[in-house]
């Protein structure tokens, strides 16, 4: 199972970025997929996830509005758009699965990891 995570970089305070996670090796239209974050000396902390159809998301309330989770079965991609970026953003992205493919509001789920990607915004 391999996870990569890509799209990450520096953007100032109010800009946007995409992040995109390329999954390969598992069936990926099996899974629920979900991307979260850690910033430095902080926990990793939940922020969107979605089910394997696409039709179903779930966000933390601090990205609620601003960031928009997709996802591409044809391609196994799973995308993260975030707008409105803040300096609190600022973190290490990873995209996770979740062998359970409605349970996407289920945060513990998730049990497998990929690398991330890291994300910096400036005030």
């Known amino acids: 199972v391999q996870l990569q995570a890509s799209g990450g970089g520096l953007v100032q305070a109010g800009g946007s970025l995409r992040l995109s996670c390329q999954a390969s090796g598992f069936a990926f239209d099996d899974y629920a997929m979900g991307w979260f974050r850690q910033a430095p000396g902080r926990e990793r902390e939940f922020v969107a996830s979605i089910d394997w159809s696409g039709t179903m998301t779930h966000y933390a309330d601090s990205v609620k509005g601003r960031f928009t989770i997709s996802r591409d079965n044809a391609k196994n991609m799973v995308y993260l758009r975030m707008g409105s970026l803040r300096p609190g953003d600022t973190a290490d992205y990873l995209c996770?699965?979740?062998?359970?493919?409605?349970?996407?509001?289920?945060?513990?789920?998730?049990?497998?990891w990929g690398q991330g990607t890291l994300v910096t915004v400036s005030s």
């Open positions: 996770a699965a979740n062998p359970h493919p409605y349970d996407h509001r289920n945060i513990d789920g998730f049990n497998t």
